[in-house]
């Protein structure tokens, strides 16, 4: 079994920064990739941002120039710097990891999620 546990998350006014981290841990062969997700109220899950094994970076358009994510792969942690934050940030914010459990072929990669983190952006 592998567990994902995000930490960071507030509340911050308008123009603050936050940083959110994320630790995997368990039953880990290795991670493929991990990322953030957001989801506000009455609104679907979206994609944040995202970084492979290899340092390759995926960004929403609403928040490119602003967030940044980072990885150690030795620690099997993700993180996410987020500056100039908006109302419009505000969301539970989740961490997932794309992890080979076992060792197999074919390699197979299972999803895995936190419970998520809340922030919050108001005056």
């Known amino acids: 079994q592998v567990q994902v546990v995000e930490s960071g998350g507030g509340l911050v006014q308008p123009g603050g920064s936050l940083r959110l981290s994320c630790a995997a841990s368990?039953?880990?062969?290795?991670?493929?990739?991990m990322g953030w997700y957001r989801q506000a109220p009455g609104k679907q899950r979206e994609l944040v941002a995202t970084i492979t094994s290899g340092g390759s970076t995926n960004y929403a358009d609403s928040v490119k120039g602003r967030f940044t994510i980072s990885r150690d792969n030795t620690k099997n942690t993700v993180n996410l710097q987020m500056n100039s934050l908006q109302p419009e940030d505000t969301a539970v914010y989740y961490c997932?990891?794309?992890?080979?459990?076992?060792?197999?072929?074919?390699?197979?990669?299972?999803?895995?999620w936190g419970q998520g983190t809340q922030v919050t952006v108001s005056s």
């Open positions: 368990g039953s880990i062969v290795s991670i493929y990739a």
């Open positions: 997932n990891a794309i992890v080979q459990s076992k060792r197999s072929i074919p390699v197979v990669l299972s999803s895995y």
